[in-house]
């Protein structure tokens, strides 16, 4: 490995260790408590749109982006 491939490497492990990527599965009001929460903090970065879970299951799954730092 070059020493630009190393630099590389090290700077792209650098920006991924600045997030952290979750997928919450929950009840609405417990998704939109974690939400106000997180962006109330500043770490919110992405929040995707609710997706029903389907069948009987009430809740619903979000993908949510937060600064780690």
Not at 5 to 22: D, G, I, S
Not at 45 to 59: A, H, I, K, Q, W
Request: charged letters at 20%; zero cysteines; a positive charge.
């Amino acid at each position: 490995m070059t020493t630009r491939q190393r630099a590389y490497a090290r700077a792209n492990n650098q920006r991924a260790a600045q997030f952290v990527e979750l997928w919450i599965v929950a009840q609405p009001a417990e998704i939109a408590a974690m939400v106000q929460v997180a962006s109330a903090s500043g770490r919110l970065v992405f929040l995707s749109p609710p997706t029903p879970m389907g069948g009987d299951d009430t809740r619903h799954r979000r993908y949510l982006r937060l600064r780690s730092t």
